[in-house]
């Protein structure tokens, strides 16, 4: 993993945090946060291809699939229970009873797989920081000692 | 690269997927263009004068609201309750907070425990050098 890929998943970490409270902020922003967050999860997605699960890891391919499934009922229920960007598009959708509460259960298991996701993949992303960090720190030292 | 590929394929056929079931188990649900005469998302009225998600009236006696369960169109609607507190609102605080609230607060401790723990290492070592100085 490099630095840069650690510092975008953190980006994309704060940006579905914000997202994934309508309460603090408000339905409207919560929708094109939610878009945007769906972007930026697909990037990390696409960018994370090669560790989406394989021969041996088992745990993670589950993991994966459930993440994955719950992010796409949440985006497309998300975009079906819409009152700010479909209709800033001239759109509206019907059906708002049968998406919202699958809206809010994709959701609540979204959070939760993610969850589990950070706690398996943080230290990765901690170590790969650090290593650049303590890099650093000892190139000022070798400078300091000339 | 490769795999790649195949994560973004699987990613939008999921997508697209979940909406095909989505329409198939609903076929009534689909997104069409805002018209003088569409209804209401949430309550089936077709009122020329929409009060928005900010206004919904009370029960008047003239505004009805169709069941999403029965079909029925009543103006004494037993659902209006749902309609003006949780249309278009967030639930409430809801468990996205209740999960995220222990799970910083255990990760802000023992970060806490952490730096606490390297500085008393440190302390305690620096003290170790002075006696050996």
């Known amino acids: 993993m490099k630095r840069s890929h650690a510092l975008f998943d953190i980006a994309v970490l704060a940006v579905y945090l914000l997202a994934a409270n309508p309460a603090l902020t408000g ?21 994370s291809g090669e560790g989406l699960g394989g021969r041996g890891r088992v745990g993670q391919l589950v993991l994966n699939a459930v993440l994955l499934l719950a ?15 479909l209709p800033s598009l001239g759109l509206y959708a019907s059906g ?3 998406w919202d509460p699958l809206h809010a259960v994709a959701a609540k298991v979204l959070l939760a797989a993610l969850l589990v996701h950070l706690v398996v993949r943080a230290p990765a992303a ?21 | 690269m490769l795999k790649k590929l195949v994560a973004t394929a ?34 089936g009225c077709a009122s020329d004068a929409c009060h928005g998600f900010e206004a919904v009236p009370e029960p008047d006696g003239a505004h009805e609201m169709v069941c999403p369960e029965a079909g029925c169109a009543s103006t004494e609607c037993h659902g209006w309750g749902s309609l003006i507190e949780r249309y278009h609102q967030a639930s409430d605080m809801s468990l996205n907070v209740w999960i995220l609230m222990p799970v910083a607060l255990v990760l802000g401790l023992w970060l806490l425990v952490r730096r606490m723990g390297r500085g008393a290492r440190r302390t305690a070592g620096e003290e170790e050098a002075c006696y050996e100085a």
């Open chain 1, 27 to 47: 339905i409207p922003l919560h929708e094109f946060l939610g878009l945007g967050a769906f972007i930026m999860v697909a990037a990390h997605v696409v960018e």
């Open chain 1, 71 to 85: 992010l796409a009922v949440c985006v497309v229920s998300g975009v079906m229970v819409s009152g700010t960007v």
């Open chain 1, 96 to 98: 708002y009873h049968f």
């Open chain 1, 126 to 146: 901690l170590a790969v920081l650090r290593q650049r960090r303590g890099l650093r720190a000892a190139e000022s030292d070798c400078l300091m000692g000339r």
């Open chain 2, 10 to 43: 699987v990613l939008a056929a999921l997508v697209g997927a979940v909406a095909m079931v989505g329409f198939a188990a609903a076929p009534s649900t689909a997104i069409q263009p805002i018209a003088a005469d569409s209804p209401c998302p949430a309550a």
